[in-house]
């Protein structure tokens, strides 16, 4: 049984050995690999292998999962008399490790799987702008130029927004209704347009771009006056003011 889940960039491979799943297991299962899709939606590439073996001397399930994602491996396991009971048990101690692995990550793995994927759907990552323009739009207090130095990142930013959001289901839940996703895409850029000055030189500039997604989205939500301001600078860049 295969399970793709390619909103959150997970694979899972799930076998069954001495036993089968009815589709109400298979719908009672749905959201915990829901769960664990979006504990590793950060993440460039996940793979998941479960397999679920019936033992019948003791009538008892035993799941085993491994977790692949960039710079880790999860390994764990769980038994119960129910199917349903074992996995979810199963995927919520992998779900845990994966937290704790995200605490302390391997930051060269997440880059090089980050750069795989996006040589593999034929996207590179945009090359730096010149610090010259910036620069200048800085000096100039001219966050139009600033913007248009920065275009070629803008689509990344907007994927990496879109799967960021996932964090937070109550900002989620107002996208399309109360604002829309480029509104939280423009308040990244103006983070940055304030921040630049202060920008570590060891990052590069979709990489620092990133770090600024997380403190956006909550700086958006806490302070409703930012969705005016955001609205106004998209108005700006797009020429129609």
């Not at 997440?110 to 000096?139: F, K």
């Not at 989620?172 to 920008?199: H, K, M, N, P, W």
């Not at 060891?202 to 600024?212: D, N, P």
Request: overall charge negative; proline content about 5%.
């Amino acid at each position: 049984m295969i399970y793709r889940a390619d909103e959150y960039r997970l694979q899972a491979e799930i076998d069954f050995q001495d036993c089968q799943i009815s589709q109400q297991e298979r719908t009672q299962l749905q959201p915990s690999l829901e769960d664990l899709g979006r504990a590793v939606s950060e993440f460039a590439e996940s793979h998941l292998w479960l397999k679920i073996v019936y033992h019948p001397h003791s009538k008892m399930f035993h799941a085993r999962a491994k977790l692949k994602v960039p710079g880790q491996t999860i390994i764990t396991g769980e038994r119960d008399a129910s199917l349903v009971t074992a996995v979810r048990k199963c995927l919520q101690k992998v779900r845990r490790r994966v937290e704790d692995y995200k605490a302390h990550p391997d930051r060269e793995a997440l880059r090089e799987a980050e750069r795989r994927a996006a040589l593999t759907n034929g996207i590179i990552a945009p090359v730096e702008p010149d610090s010259g323009a910036i620069g200048q739009a800085i000096l100039d207090n001219d966050y139009q130029a600033f913007r248009q130095a920065l275009l070629a990142h803008e689509e990344p930013l907007r994927r990496r927004v879109s799967q960021w959001v996932r964090r937070y289901p109550e900002v989620q839940a107002e996208i399309g209704r109360t604002f829309e996703l480029s509104d939280l895409v423009e308040e990244v850029f103006l983070l940055a347009f304030e921040r630049y000055a202060s920008r570590p030189i060891h990052l590069s500039m979709h990489e620092w771009l990133e770090t600024l997604i997380d403190p956006a989205i909550k700086t958006f939500w806490t302070h409703p006056e930012e969705r005016e301001a955001a609205s106004y600078a998209q108005s700006l860049v797009s020429g129609t003011l």
